[in-house]
C-alpha cells in the first residue's frame, strides 16, 4: 500500500485500521468472510480501468480481450461449479441479481410469495421499503411458532390462495436446509416459476453440503461474498430458456459496464470452490455453527428451531432479558462483533430486536475449529451474563485478542511496524 500512503494517508490508515479490525477480532456476521489473497488482488487489479459494456465477444467497446477471458472463466467455471445451465456473472449484488429475475419475468403488480422478512427473509423478496414492495405485490410464508422451521403446508395453502406469478425460497437467517423439491412442487401446482436465493448458503451448495435448488428452480441467485468466500458481488443463474432474458435483464436493463475487475475475482473465488480443499472448509464451517449453537445452548440461551445444518443460527435473547442490540454492542465491546436479528414472532423492532445472528464463515476461514467455538460460547455467554462489567469486557478483550493472533488472516495487510507494536502492545497486556 506504499502509494496510497504517499497520496492518502486519511484513507490508507482507514484500511489499515479495518484490516487491524479484522485480525483482531472475532466475527460472527453470518453474511461475511475473510476473501483470500488471491482474490484481493484479482480484485484490486487493472480491470477496474476497463468499460466493458454488452458481454463477451457481444461489447460495445474495443479492447475487451482481456476482460472478455476473466468473464469467460468466470462463466464457465460458475456453470461448472453449480451444475447450472446458464449462469450471469455481472450483477453487482445479490438483490440487483433478484431484481434481474423479477425484471425478466415479472410486470409491476404481479403476485409474489416469499419468506417474511421478519422470519428470516431478504429485503429484496417483496419487503414493503424495497422496490421489490413497491413494485410488486407480495405475500409472505414464514416460520412454525413451535418449530421454528417452515411451514411448506402454509406455503402450499397461501400459493393456492394468491397463485403468485413467482414464489421465491432462500433466506437471510434461516438456520435449517431449505427444501426446494417441495418448493418446486407448490410452485407446479400453481403454474408459478420458482426462484431460489442462495446467497448465503451458496459455498456450501457448492461444497454439495447444502441440497442445490438447479434441478428445480428456474432461477437461482446469489452473492459471491459469503459463505462462498469471493468477492462482493452477485450472480444469476438459470435454465437456458431464460439465458437471453436474463442476460437483457441485466445489461442493458439494469446495469452499465460491468465491473471487470469484481468479475475476474469472482472467477479466482469460482476455481477455489472448486477444490477439495473448499469442500473441507464448509464442513467445517456447518460443524463450528453446530458446536457453537450446542454449546450455547449448553450455557442457557435459546436458540431457534434448536440449532442448525448450515452456517449460522438464530439466538432468542427474550429470557435473558436483553436486547439484541444490547448484546450486539457489549459483544463489541468485548472484540466479538454480531449483529441484532429479528426472531420469528419477535415483539421488538429491527432496530432493537430480541435476538442475535451467529454466523462463522469467518472464523472457519481463520482455521478455528470445535475447540475454539467452546471457547467463544464461553465468551459470548460471559459476556452476556456480566452486562455492563467493564471489567468483564475487558478480560474477556484480552482473552479475544489471543485467541485471534494464533489464527493470523491479513498479517501482510497491516504495516510491519504497526503490527509489531499493535500486537507487542496487546501481547504485554495479555
Ligand atoms: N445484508 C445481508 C445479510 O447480512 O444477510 C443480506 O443481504
Given at each position: ?149 417452515i411451514d411448506y403446508d402454509e406455503v402450499e395453502y397461501l400459493a393456492k390462495k394468491y397463485r403468485p406469478k413467482l414464489i421465491i ?46 434441478p428445480y428452480a428456474d432461477f437461482v441467485t446469489g452473492t459471491t461474498h459469503k459463505t462462498l468466500r469471493g468477492p462482493r458481488g ?172 494464533s489464527f493470523p488472516v491479513y498479517h501482510n495487510q497491516i504495516r510491519k511496524e504497526r503490527l509489531d507494536n499493535d500486537l507487542k ?6
Amino acid at each position: 500500500m506504499k502509494s496510497l500512503w504517499e497520496t492518502d494517508p486519511e484513507v490508507a490508515l482507514a484500511v489499515e485500521n479495518e484490516a487491524l479490525r479484522e485480525e483482531l477480532s472475532i466475527i460472527l456476521i453470518a453474511s461475511e468472510n475473510y476473501a483470500s489473497e488471491a482474490v484481493l488482488q484479482a480484485q484490486a487489479s487493472v480491470m477496474t480501468n476497463k468499460y466493458a459494456e454488452g458481454y463477451p465477444g457481444r461489447r460495445y467497446y474495443g479492447g475487451c480481450s482481456y476482460v472478455d477471458t476473466v468473464e469467460k472463466l468466470a462463466i464457465n467455471r460458475g456453470k461448472e461449479l453449480f451444475g447450472a445451465e446458464h449462469i450471469n456473472v455481472q450483477p453487482n449484488a445479490g438483490t440487483a441479481a433478484n431484481m434481474a429475475v423479477y425484471f425478466s419475468v415479472l410486470n409491476p403488480g404481479d403476485t409474489i410469495l416469499s419468506m417474511n422478512l421478519s422470519h428470516g427473509g431478504h429485503l429484496s423478496h417483496g419487503a414493503m421499503v424495497s422496490f421489490s414492495g413497491k413494485f410488486y405485490k407480495t405475500f409472505f410464508y414464514g416460520v412454525s411458532k413451535e418449530t421454528g422451521r417452515i411451514d411448506y403446508d402454509e406455503v402450499e395453502y397461501l400459493a393456492k390462495k394468491y397463485r403468485p406469478k413467482l414464489i421465491i425460497a432462500g433466506a437471510s437467517s434461516y438456520s435449517r436446509i431449505i427444501d426446494f423439491k417441495r418448493f418446486k412442487e407448490i410452485a407446479d401446482l400453481v403454474g408459478a416459476y420458482f426462484m431460489a436465493d442462495i446467497a448465503h448458503i451458496a459455498g456450501l451448495v457448492a461444497a454439495g453440503i447444502h441440497p442445490s435448488p438447479i434441478p428445480y428452480a428456474d432461477f437461482v441467485t446469489g452473492t459471491t461474498h459469503k459463505t462462498l468466500r469471493g468477492p462482493r458481488g452477485g450472480f444469476v443463474m438459470c435454465k437456458s430458456k431464460f439465458a437471453k432474458t436474463i442476460d437483457q435483464a441485466v445489461f442493458p436493463g439494469l446495469q452499465g459496464g460491468p465491473l471487470m475487475h469484481v468479475i475476474a475475482a469472482k472467477a479466482v473465488a469460482f476455481k477455489e470452490a472448486m477444490s477439495e480443499k473448499f469442500k473441507k472448509y464448509q464442513y467445517q464451517i456447518v460443524k463450528n455453527a453446530q458446536t457453537l449453537a450446542d454449546s450455547l445452548k449448553e450455557k442457557g440461551f435459546k436458540i431457534i428451531s434448536e440449532g442448525t445444518d448450515n452456517h449460522l443460527f438464530l439466538v432468542d435473547l427474550t429470557e435473558k432479558d436483553i436486547t439484541g442490540k444490547e448484546a450486539e454492542i457489549a459483544l463489541d465491546n468485548a472484540g466479538i462483533t454480531v449483529n441484532k436479528n429479528v426472531i420469528p414472532y419477535d415483539e421488538k423492532p429491527p432496530t432493537i430486536t430480541s435476538g442475535i445472528r451467529i454466523g462463522t464463515p469467518i472464523v472457519t476461514t481463520r482455521g478455528m475449529k470445535e475447540k475454539e467455538m467452546k471457547q467463544i460460547a464461553f465468551f459470548i455467554a460471559k459476556i452476556i451474563n456480566n452486562l455492563g462489567e467493564e471489567e468483564v469486557y475487558n478480560e474477556v478483550l484480552e482473552k479475544v485478542k489471543k485467541l485471534c493472533l494464533s489464527f493470523p488472516v491479513y498479517h501482510n495487510q497491516i504495516r510491519k511496524e504497526r503490527l509489531d507494536n499493535d500486537l507487542k502492545q496487546i501481547a504485554v497486556r495479555l
